[in-house]
């Protein structure tokens, strides 16, 4: 017991030192950092500015392009060592004019409901698509009821993110199979066409999009996808127990078309003592097209953006070289993430750290670390210094996904994630409302100190 107690308090020594030491040395930076964000910040006036002038900023379309140009400008106006931008070839998917959809009880008797193509969906075939509906919550009841009871029908699936998971974002993981994948698995069957309930823990009107793949479907078996509001799965579930044979109507005209160049956009503050070696911070410039991508990622873009302005601004000198990478084509192919790794792997360019915020502008809590046993072991300590600020909440878990090709190419030591409080968040992802007037300025702010917090951080300790 006596050595246990002496292990216990030389290791509460240690551990109490090294806290110390770090509040110590950066604590007065770390405060402004915040400082200068809150009340000098300029996130909150680009988001603005890429909202409401640019809009949504689908990969291959007009405001895509429009925002490349003017992410590189902002950062041009920064004053920073260099910016430009790195090509990349993605796909052009529109969504044509707006879907249109019914339920009909009895010839002529219809309810309308609210509906969107899924990203990369073919549309409906010339004049709408009606079929009677079968409704399952997952593949399992699809293979269950086979080929005679789905052939010609609409598969409606319905099974709603799980309420009492407080991590939204397994919740989301748990759901989404049906709409990334359910359109490939009806088609097996014969389906004529698929619904999906939006991802959504809000009961609202608001149908939610997000990418689809028909896997290895045969083009001509190729069925339309569209997403239901989560107001009209519970009233179309409801009226499909009343009456089995009811019809579903939908139209939708979107379109493939061979895929477009594009940009990364990337600025830079070169590193006084070791250039070649890089930390990373990024969001992803593309949005889906039914609202103006606020939240999903423009907050994360002005927010990474904000991060070589605040160091600058302080007066900071970084000792490795830190990049802003605004990425483009998340949503629907990860084209610049895993472009931003190939170029990397080509250019032998090893990142110490790589930081991605893609969960929204909201308040944020902490970060995910996807690192080592070691190098967590490091980082930890550094909670106290964000503990005033109420966003010490540090864990082992994943990051993004434009930085996920880094670790596949084995180009980067730590991975991390913003994590802003997430239980708001799929209220307004991939839908109509993901709109500026929906993030909060502090908030905003509050995610973009943290960010520059940890980059600084990163920087000055630099993990081995």
């Known amino acids: 017991m006596k050595k246990i107690f002496i292990s216990i308090f030389l290791f509460s020594i240690a551990t109490t030192g090294i806290s110390q030491k770090v509040n110590k040395k950066d604590s007065t930076v770390i405060k402004q950092i915040f400082d200068t964000s809150l009340t000098d910040g300029a996130s909150y006036e680009w988001l603005d500015y890429m909202s409401n002038n640019i809009g949504s900023r689908l ?254 601004k302080i007066g900071y000198q970084p000792k490795h070289t830190i990049r802003a990478v605004m990425f483009m084509n998340e949503e629907n192919g990860l084209r610049g993430g895993t472009k931003y790794a190939a170029e990397a792997k080509r250019k032998n360019e090893h990142h110490l750290f790589a930081l991605e915020s893609d969960s929204g502008g909201f308040t944020p809590r902490g970060f995910s670390f996807d690192a080592s046993d070691t190098n967590f072991a490091q980082i930890k300590p550094w909670d106290v210094l964000f503990e005033p600020y109420l966003i010490d909440r540090f864990v082992k878990g994943g990051s993004g996904a434009d930085i996920g090709p880094l670790k596949n190419e084995g180009m980067v030591t730590v991975l991390a994630g913003l994590s802003p409080d997430s239980q708001r968040y799929f209220d307004y992802h991939h839908a109509a409302n993901d709109t500026f007037d929906k993030v909060n300025k502090r908030e905003l702010e509050l995610g973009a100190a943290a960010m520059t917090s940890i980059i600084y951080l990163m920087d000055k300790y630099a993990l081995k």
Request: glycine fraction near 12%; proline fraction near 4%.
């Open 59 to 312: 990969s291959g379309s007009l405001g895509a392009e429009l925002a490349v140009n003017y992410t590189k400008e902002q950062m041009e106006e920064l004053g920073i060592d260099k910016v430009w931008l790195q090509p990349v070839m993605v796909p052009k998917w529109t969504r044509g004019v707006k879907e249109y959809s019914y339920i009909e009880t009895s010839p002529g008797v219809t309810s309308l409901v609210d509906i969107c193509a899924l990203g990369g969906s073919v549309p409906t075939p010339y004049g709408g698509l009606k079929a009677a509906v079968v409704e399952v919550k997952n593949f399992e009841e699809l293979r269950g009821l086979g080929r005679e009871k789905i052939e010609g029908k609409i598969v409606f699936y319905n099974r709603p993110m799980q309420d009492n998971l407080i991590q939204t974002m397994n919740a989301y993981g748990g759901a989404v199979d049906q709409r990334y994948s359910g359109a490939a698995e009806a088609a097996k069957y014969g389906a004529a066409g698929v619904i999906v309930r939006s991802m959504n823990f809000s009961q609202d009107d608001f149908p939610h999009t997000g990418a689809m793949s028909y896997g290895d479907t045969p083009e001509h078996l190729l069925i339309p996808a569209c997403a239901i509001s989560t107001n009209g799965a519970n009233y179309l579930s409801i009226t499909l127990k009343l009456q089995p044979d009811l019809l579903f109507y939908f139209n939708q005209n979107c379109k493939t078309y061979p895929d477009v160049q594009s940009y990364n956009v990337i600025g830079e503050i070169t590193g006084s003592e070791n250039s070649n070696k890089f930390i990373v911070v990024g969001g992803h410039l593309d949005s889906w097209d039914l609202g103006d991508g606020s939240h999903d990622d423009g907050a994360g873009c002005v927010q990474s953006m904000e991060v070589l302005r605040i160091l600058k």
